[in-house]
């Protein structure tokens, strides 16, 4: 089948699949009191909440919100041909994919003959829907958990997915490739390969060291994320009490170590006044490696206008997010519910092998989550385009660290499907381009001068 059919054939799967989640969701709605969703807000956790929503309690938690059903502006729409030839003429680069912890937290590594040229259910990334969707670079990120700042061991988490980084690179060596530099990614893309490349995200992954940032730097990663769901001891996190009232004075020497070693300032998860102070000091772009627009879904999550026009004005970019709770409008109630329940788990000082079996519990409970549409992901980018221009938007998935994608992007193998709605809303080839690779391919260059 050519990418159309199988496209078109794994999408009749997921609507049967949502319109069973939907009816679902509504059946737990009727039955929920106003005080049990008070009860239950509180007992969400975490970002990998993801494990959570894959039966889904969320939706009728939240009360009265508007479901995640079809939308009067947005719904399914057709890969043409010519979309799918110019998504193959584009360097096609994502920014934000976490695949790695996710093979560790499954023990898929220790599996006699796992190979990511075999199609891996479990995971929303392999090799032969990386090629179905055209991706020509990938980055993959360490992600290293909140917990890991009472318990200890978050240098030790980050290194093991890196290692793993290189050792699926160096296992898959006739697709894969390690890239550290813009130059790198163009010149494996022509070698019809993968650029692999490597991001850390949590801060707190260095341990409030700038030689372990350092070490990052040297074992490939070229971006870190500063915070994530949770403040560090010296940046604020957007969905934590604030503790510094941004960046502290440590963090500020963390900007300017990583502008000098060429690594890129990533401010997803940060507070506004976190991307505030970093805008303010670094010295090269910044990035949102996947973040959305607060002007069309008001998670805490998401950057106000401001704060992108802000990032921009470093010569930086923002990558869009394609988790529906940061994409529909109704979403930031529904993440709220999480970020809630991340803190509740978190005074209880567990280890992060406590969290997941916790949350594994939880889950079992656990009715799944609704859907939205791809119109709604572009949306944001089209929002963005038109507040700084296409030399500033991106692409930042979140597979595998996300619960599902709008629909007809369910994986890694939808990217042809934001070419196409981009195509539709009558987007020159030049900016979707940009859109796909080349504005990352700018700022990373950038970075490195």
């Known amino acids: 089948m050519d990418m159309c059919e199988e496209s078109e054939y794994g999408q009749e799967q997921y609507r049967k699949q949502e319109a069973s989640i939907f009816h679902r969701s509504v059946a737990w709605y009727v039955k929920i009191t106003k005080k049990q969703v008070l009860y239950l807000s509180m007992l969400f956790t975490r970002r990998k909440f993801i494990s959570l929503t894959s039966n889904g309690i969320v939706l009728p938690l939240m009360g009265p919100i508007h479901p995640f059903t079809s939308s009067e502006s947005h719904g399914e729409i057709a890969l043409t041909e010519e979309a799918i030839r110019l998504h193959r003429e584009a360097l096609v680069l994502d920014g934000h994919n976490d695949m790695p912890g996710n093979i560790l937290d499954k023990g898929l590594n220790s599996i006699p003959g796992f190979s990511l040229n075999k199609a891996q259910p479990q995971l929303q990334t392999d090799i032969p829907r990386l090629r179905k969707g055209g991706v020509d670079a990938q980055v993959w990120v360490a992600y290293v958990a909140p917990e890991h700042m009472r318990t200890g061991g978050g240098m030790q988490a980050a290194i093991e997915q890196i290692e793993l980084i290189h050792q699926l690179v160096n296992t898959h060596s006739d697709q894969l490739e390690l890239a550290t ?69 440590f963090g500020e020497k963390v900007i300017r170590s990583m502008n000098e070693m060429g690594m890129l300032v990533d401010l997803s998860h940060s507070s506004d006044d976190t991307v505030r102070d970093a805008i303010r000091v670094s010295k090269a772009p910044v990035i949102a ?19 992108i026009k802000g990032i921009a004005g470093t010569g930086g970019m923002v990558m869009v997010n394609f988790f529906p709770l940061f994409l529909h409008p109704d979403g930031a109630g529904l993440n709220q519910a999480y970020i809630d329940q991340t803190r509740e788990l978190s005074s209880k000082n567990l280890s992060p092998e406590q969290f997941r079996a916790e949350m594994e519990a939880w889950r079992k409970q656990l009715p ?17 385009i038109k507040l700084v221009g296409a030399d500033h938007v991106g692409l930042g998935s979140d597979y595998d660290g996300i619960t599902y994608g709008p629909v007809q992007m369910p994986d890694v193998s939808g990217f042809p499907y934001v070419t196409q709605d ?7 080839t030049g900016d979707i381009k940009k859109i796909l690779g080349k504005s990352f391919l700018r700022v990373l260059s950038e970075a490195e001068a």
């Open 181 to 249: 530099t813009s130059q790198a990614i163009t010149d494996i893309a022509r070698r019809s390969k993968i650029a692999a490349l490597i991001g850390v995200e949590g801060g707190h992954a260095i341990e409030n060291s700038l030689k372990n940032l350092e070490q990052y730097f040297d074992l490939g990663t070229r971006y870190m994320t500063l915070t994530h769901n949770e403040s560090t001891d010296w940046a604020d996190s957007s969905t934590d009490s604030p503790r510094h009232g941004g960046l502290s004075r």
């Open 289 to 307: 490696s996947h973040s959305s627009v607060k002007a069309i879904c008001p998670s805490k999550r998401n950057l106000s206008d401001d704060l």
């Open 368 to 384: 799944p989550m609704p859907q939205c549409y791809v119109g709604h992901l572009v949306d944001h980018i089209d929002h963005m």
């Open 422 to 428: 981009l195509m539709n809303r009558g987007y020159s």
